[in-house]
């Protein structure tokens, strides 16, 4: 008897250790292709991914969901490109929280700069879909590491 006890826990923990990789690795590759539409300034993909109440914290200022969708449409902020280096996931329940360190290549007031960012993503999922809650880039030194 203990040895199907043991057998169970042993799948039991497996089980749940690849069902939890799994949620990971859908939210790491939602983040990364966030990058990507934000980048192609495809509204029609982020609209259904930003939550209506979201916000969004850039060095300039904090804005909402419409503002954020205007800035990349617009182009006035044009996150060319995002090089992640590193990536850090939790998943609490239905919410998840990506740390994505990364060199932000943006086209900015006429201008081309990279700059390098530890950006907070907070996502919740509602019913099959996940909606970004939260964006927030941090600034800071290309040394910087997550700490997992």
């Not at 259904?48 to 804005?63: D, I, N, Q, Y």
């Not at 590193?86 to 998840?96: F, M, P, R, S, Y």
């Not at 700059?115 to 880039?137: G, I, N, P, R, S």
């Amino acid at each position: 008897m203990k040895k199907y006890v043991i057998l169970f826990t042993f799948f039991f923990c497996a089980g749940f250790a690849v069902a939890q990789s799994s949620v990971e690795q859908e939210i790491k590759q939602l983040s990364m292709d966030k990058w990507q539409w934000m980048a192609d300034k495809d509204i029609a993909k982020l609209t259904p991914l930003f939550h209506p109440e979201a916000k969004f914290v850039h060095m300039s200022g904090t804005w909402t969901t419409e503002r954020e969708l205007e800035i990349i449409e617009t182009g006035s902020i044009w996150y060319k490109k995002a090089d992640v280096h590193d990536t850090a996931i939790e998943i609490l329940g239905n919410t998840a929280i990506v740390w994505n360190r990364i060199t932000l290549t943006a086209h900015v007031r006429g201008n081309d700069v990279a700059t390098e960012f530890t950006v907070t993503e907070v996502y919740q999922k509602e019913e099959t879909d996940w909606k970004m809650l939260a964006l927030t880039f941090s600034s800071v030194r290309d040394t910087h590491e997550i700490e997992k």
